[in-house]
């Protein structure tokens, strides 16, 4: 099975400042990769996903991007945060349709 | 956009009940599949039920999938403490994207 890796694990960062959150994969190879967030007591939204190294598709317009250098790692940026970009994010793997694994997620506060 | 929406929001039971959560979605599905949370932790499969299925048991979980209702339940049998969590279901419509319902949190008291 794969295990997904993700840190920080919390982040208290101040508005305006930039973001950087790493996720990485073991147990496979060429997997598809996942960013979602999840507001508190809500459910998970989609932000990016990604069918290879390079290549990345957005799913929803925010202040936020993504990139994947390599194989199995999976990056989430940002320039300069929002008090909105607040919240839980969550990085996934799948190779099919099946399931996806996920990571233990990424608290974000943004004061 | 949320694909699935679950029922109840949240539902409270003591150790040994049933619980049953319902999930509606909107379109055509391939697959729908339903995930656990703890806490502040990450999202953990817990089974998945083809549209061309009806029904489905893994251990103490059993989902049904009504393909022309668009909806599932998924029924956790003699509840644990331990079962206490947020569970969400998500369908896989085309590509290999989850469409994640609101979730249900489930409290089981001792």
């Known amino acids: 099975s794969q295990t997904i890796h993700q840190w920080p694990a919390t982040l208290v960062q101040p508005v305006g400042s930039p973001l950087s959150l790493e996720c990485t994969v073991e147990g496979t190879s060429n997997p598809n990769l996942y960013w979602y967030r999840q507001a508190a007591g809500r459910g998970l939204q989609l932000l990016f996903y990604?069918?290879?190294?390079?290549?990345i598709s957005s799913e929803v317009p925010q202040n936020l991007s993504a990139s994947r250098p390599q194989d199995r790692q999976f990056i989430l940026s940002s320039k300069k945060l929002l008090l909105s970009d607040s919240g839980f994010y969550l990085c996934?793997?799948?190779?099919?349709?099946?399931?996806?694994?996920f990571g233990p997620g990424t608290r974000l506060t943004v004061t | 956009s949320q694909q699935g929406e679950e029922d109840p929001q949240a539902l409270s039971i003591q150790e040994g009940e049933n619980a049953t959560m319902n999930c509606s979605y909107k379109t055509s599905i391939n697959n729908l599949q339903w995930y656990r949370q703890n806490s502040g932790r990450g999202l953990v499969h817990l089974i998945l039920i083809r549209s061309n299925e009806r029904e489905k048991h893994s251990g103490r979980l059993r989902v049904t999938l009504d393909t022309s209702k668009k909806s599932s339940s998924l029924l956790i049998t003699a509840s644990r403490a331990a079962d206490t969590a947020s569970y969400f279901c998500?369908?896989?419509?085309?590509?290999?994207?989850?469409?994640f319902g609101t979730g249900t949190r489930l409290l089981v008291s001792p």
């Open positions: 996934a793997s799948s190779r099919d349709r099946d399931r996806q694994y």
């Open positions: 998500a369908t896989v419509t085309g590509f290999q994207k989850l469409v």
């Open positions: 990604s069918v290879g190294i390079g290549q």
